[in-house]
């Protein structure tokens, strides 16, 4: 799935296909497959939230967004740490209950994390967890020596066959339940202006180039 997707064609398993609903746009539908079958599976990963405390870092990347948006929507209450208050932007349209600029902001503890912020705002997430909490690393990123009692994270991978999530998120999508924030859009003959955005840390969201 993940090689040859810079083409106008590939050739593509079925396992990873979804069909779009009529009315939902293919830019729109383009975020989906990596970023919120990602949060998808990392919240499947952390089991049943409903009425827990989840702590989304990174939370204004694309990764960051969905995850707000699926925990709300499987009965979260949800705090979303971002780096400062620009980059809080339309977050709160999203459900979040509380924006942080960093997890030690947070009165009380979380009962999940879901990380996509990078090493430093998980190792400053471990000290608001919960004793039987967890933390799902989607990022990959941890600090040298970090110490969590056993179970406590869980360094998540995606996978392959996306086909039903998406189908799933797109179904999402269609029926107004889950908004993609696309920050940037373009033509892909502009990828070195859209990756230096993504690098500089100026898009809020995803951002979408259309091929021609
Ligand atoms: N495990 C998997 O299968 C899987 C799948 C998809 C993605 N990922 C990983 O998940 C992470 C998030 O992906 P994404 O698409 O959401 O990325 P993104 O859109 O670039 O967002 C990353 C977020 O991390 C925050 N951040 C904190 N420290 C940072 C630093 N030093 N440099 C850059 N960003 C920093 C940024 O916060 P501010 O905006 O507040 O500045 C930003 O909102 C990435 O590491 C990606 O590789 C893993």
């Known amino acids: ?41 990392a919240l499947r990963t ?11 870092t990174g939370a204004a990347g694309g ?11 499987a009965g979260a209450e949800v705090i979303a740490v971002v780096s400062c ?12 209950t509380q924006i942080v600029t960093a997890p030690t902001e947070v009165a009380g503890q979380v009962d999940v994390v879901l990380e996509a912020g990078g090493a430093d705002l998980l190792a400053a997430a471990t000290q608001i967890l919960c004793p039987q909490g967890l933390i799902v690393s ?16 869980i360094r998540f991978s995606m996978g392959g066959h996306v086909g039903q999530d998406l189908q799933f998120l797109v179904s999402l999508l ?9 920050g940037y859009r373009s033509n892909w003959r502009e990828f070195d202006q859209a990756a230096k955005q993504l690098l500089d840390r100026n898009i809020n969201g995803k951002a979408v180039l259309d091929i021609d």
């Open 174 to 182: 269609a029926t107004g339940q889950l908004q993609t924030s696309i």
């Open 138 to 153: 989607i990022s990959g990123s941890l600090s040298p020596g970090l110490a969590l009692p056993e179970g406590r994270l």
């Open 63 to 73: 990764v960051g967004r969905f995850a707000i948006q699926l925990a709300r929507l």
């Open 85 to 96: 208050p620009e980059r809080a932007l339309g977050l709160q349209e999203l459900g979040v």
């Open 1 to 41: 799935m993940w090689q040859g997707a810079w083409a106008q064609y590939r050739a593509v398993s079925i396992n990873e296909l979804a069909v779009l609903p009529q009315g939902v746009e293919m830019g729109a539908a383009s975020t989906l497959p990596v970023a919120g079958v990602t949060v998808l599976r």
């Open 46 to 56: 952390a089991g049943d939230v409903t009425g827990k405390r989840v702590l989304v």
